[in-house]
């Protein structure tokens, strides 16, 4: 006689498909964090402000980008994650991509994505920094906006 816990081989003909499914399902569900992005974000955008080259300022503004867009998304500088370590790695696909329906954070991190593209081609420090602070701003809406309701 069997244990009530042990099991019996009958049951070990569906392991496979148990296996097959739990990692699909690990595949399939969101791993993304867009707060965590976000705050990162923000910690490369105001590192931005506080460097005294412009070719620094825009290291940390391409950091800031890779947060927003993700590995996959239309931005990423792999170049940038060259220099020194990606501060979002295992975040998620982007805040962006993460914001999923949350209208408001999406919004917002799509406009600190457009200031941190323009402190991109910026070619004084001082219009970088200013455009590192337009990405701080739009962050911070994105941090503080409301959830929708239903």
């Known amino acids: 006689m069997l244990h009530p816990f ?3 081989h009958r049951h070990l003909r569906f392991a496979p498909l148990a296996i097959t499914l739990a990692a ?3 595949v399939a ?3 993304g964090n867009a707060d965590r992005e976000i705050a990162t974000a923000k910690v490369r955008a105001t590192v931005a402000t ?3 080259t412009v070719a620094g ?4 503004l391409h950091h800031a980008v890779n947060c ?3 590995p996959h998304g239309s931005g990423w500088d792999a170049a940038a994650e060259a220099k020194s370590e990606n501060h979002c790695t295992g975040l998620g696909n982007g805040a962006i991509a993460d914001s999923g329906h949350d209208v408001a954070v999406h919004h917002a991190a799509e406009t600190a994505l457009h200031a941190a593209q323009a402190g991109l081609k910026a070619n ?3 219009a970088v920094h200013r455009y590192a602070h337009e990405v701080l701003a739009a962050l911070d809406r994105a941090q503080h906006a409301e959830p929708a309701k239903p």
Request: glycine fraction near 10%; proline fraction near 9%; charged fraction near 10%.
């Open 6 to 8: 042990q099991p019996s």
């Open 24 to 26: 699909g399902v690990a």
């Open 29 to 31: 569900a969101p791993a």
């Open 50 to 52: 506080q460097i005294d």
């Open 57 to 60: 300022a825009q290291l940390h």
């Open 68 to 70: 927003l867009v993700g």
């Open 124 to 126: 004084t420090l001082d």
